[in-house]
């Protein structure tokens, strides 16, 4: 079955960076596209960043020029660097897989304060 980890949160003053990453198994992981994804409290969830089979890219507005997705396929896994990091960042980041229908991890605690 497909199965989603990610990693790489935790807590980190205004202006600094964070790696995050998701390790996809259960499934061939290069024929995919991918998304991360993040919910803040109170708030929908929302696509931060998506990346296709081929590496295409795309940003939500908001993290444009700071926040960069990759992926490994040899490593079956997706990553997202994240810089400049702002209060409003903090959330509960999520990776994705929306084909045939969503998968999603358990998601992994990104906390951005002094």
């Known amino acids: 079955q497909v199965n989603l980890v990610e990693s790489g949160g935790g807590l980190v003053q205004p202006g600094g960076s964070l790696r995050l990453s998701c390790a996809g198994s259960?499934?061939?992981?290069?024929?995919?596209?991918m998304a991360w994804y993040r919910q803040a409290p109170g708030k929908q969830r929302e696509v931060v960043a998506r990346?296709?089979?081929?590496?295409?890219?795309n940003y939500d507005d908001s993290v444009k020029g700071r926040f960069t997705i990759s992926r490994d396929n040899a490593k079956n896994s997706l990553y997202l660097q994240m810089n400049s990091l702002k209060p409003e960042d903090t959330a509960v980041y999520y990776c994705?897989?929306?084909?045939?229908?969503?998968?999603w991890g358990q998601g992994t605690q990104v906390t951005v304060s002094s």
């Open positions: 990346i296709s089979r081929s590496g295409t890219t």
């Open positions: 259960g499934y061939m992981f290069s024929m995919y596209a």
């Open positions: 994705n897989r929306n084909f045939p229908t969503d998968y």
